[in-house]
């Protein structure tokens, strides 16, 4: 079974930085675009950042300049590098892969991301 595991997650003072890490593991033919989501607590699940099997990368306002999605093919893993962290970034991330033809997404389980004032 295809799983995506998540890592780099904590707690970290506003200002300062993160990296994010999403491998997707067992047996993988292929995988189309990937991106990164997050969710804090009372509020909806939002896009941050995606970015296609080409490297084009498109992101959330409110996380554009500050934030940067990258991805290593051959090692099947996409990260989010996040910078000038704000409280407001505090949340759940969530990474999911986009699978070819009619195969379901892939979600990973959610790494918390405090950022303290």
């Known amino acids: 079974q295809v799983q995506l595991v998540e890592s780099g997650g904590g707690l970290v003072q506003a200002g300062g930085s993160l990296r994010l890490s999403c491998a997707a593991s067992?047996?993988?033919?292929?995988?189309?675009?990937m991106g990164w989501y997050r969710q804090a607590p009372g509020k909806q699940r939002e896009l941050v950042a995606t970015?296609?099997?080409?490297?084009?990368?498109n992101y959330a306002d409110s996380v554009k300049g500050r934030f940067a999605i990258s991805r290593d093919n051959a090692k099947n893993t996409v990260y989010l590098q996040m910078n000038s962290l704000k409280p407001e970034d505090t949340a759940v991330y969530y990474c999911?892969?986009?699978?070819?033809?009619?195969?379901?997404?892939?979600w990973g389980q959610g790494i918390q991301v405090t950022v303290s004032s």
């Open positions: 999911k892969a986009e699978r070819p033809l009619l195969l379901p997404d892939l």
């Open positions: 067992g047996t993988v033919f292929s995988i189309n675009a």
């Open positions: 970015i296609t099997e080409g490297g084009i990368t």
